[in-house]
């Protein structure tokens, strides 16, 4: 079946993604839906109270499958002037806010979603969690700017890059886990992959909306990559340590279930 997004929603700027742009946001939306699927089974096939884990997984990859559904579409993204090749008159090229949009709920739910397992105290959860929207906002208003001040933006989300970096591979590490440190072998695995292919979204921000050096399209492939790897990639291989992990060991009083109430009467 041909793919019409770009007919039906016209690029609305010079530079654009490509119908192969479009062919591959689909592609990643199936793996996004799919895995959204999936993982309302899994959620389903638990226990009640202990399903946190995997409900915030949840709400993770229905926020991506939403997320590349616009793009796929070519929907959500606005014309701004680049700052390079520019030859007279700065062409325009596509910033997708609705990428942010989504980095916005995905980023901090998914350090929630690992920093939950650690003996971090809620301060520095918040804390991490706020650090993680300053990275998203940052790189957003980097984008939207034409001018080189764009790069203050990219540094001020850099540095709190690093704080989540140093959280992540460091302080959480070093916590005293629940139920007598069982959780930190998986923690380990799961926060290194994490903070692995955080390192490489701001390479990629710098070559596309940053420095304008590779197409819109190539910027979707690339961001598309680091978005299933980091989205249901981490997701399940983080999941798969907690598989044998008695819920009880967090201490969370969000682990109660919610009964419905019988009607008396009724």
């Known amino acids: 079946m041909a793919n019409h997004a770009l007919n039906l929603n016209p690029p609305n700027a010079d530079l654009h993604i490509s119908t192969h742009g479009s062919d591959w946001l689909w592609a990643a939306f199936s793996v996004f839906a799919f895995s959204l699927l999936v993982m309302i089974v899994l959620d389903l096939l638990r226990p009640r109270g202990t399903r946190l884990f995997h409900q915030l997984a949840v709400i993770i ?45 995905t980023f901090p739910l998914s350090l929630l979603e690992v920093l939950l397992a650690t003996g971090l105290s809620l301060s520095d959860i918040t804390t991490t969690l706020f650090m993680a ?14 001018s080189t001040y764009k790069w203050g933006y990219y540094v001020f989300g850099v540095a709190a890059l690093f704080y989540i970096w140093y959280v ?15 959780l930190r072998p998986g923690y380990l695995r799961s926060a ?12 990629c921000w710098a070559c596309s909306e940053g420095g304008n050096v590779i197409s819109n399209t190539s910027e979707m492939i690339w961001y598309g990559i680091l978005d299933i790897l980091a989205g ?31 009607k008396v009467g009724a």
């Open 61 to 105: 990859l229905a926020t991506f499958t939403i997320g590349y559904f616009s793009m796929a579409s070519d929907l959500g993204a606005t014309p701004i002037a680049v700052e390079f090749r520019g030859h007279g008159s700065d062409p325009t090229r596509q910033i997708w806010y609705v990428r942010y949009i989504q980095w916005f709920i």
């Open 133 to 146: 929207i300053v990275v998203v906002i940052c790189g957003l208003v980097g984008a939207l700017v034409h």
């Open 168 to 182: 992540l591979l460091w302080h959480g590490a070093q916590t005293t886990f629940p139920g007598g440190g069982v």
């Open 192 to 203: 290194g992959f994490l903070a692995f292919m955080l390192i490489t979204y701001p390479i």
């Open 232 to 262: 249901p990639g981490f997701l399940f291989f983080f999941l798969w340590h907690l598989r044998d992990v008695d819920y009880a060991t967090f201490g969370l009083s969000s682990g109660k279930y919610t009964d419905t109430a019988e």
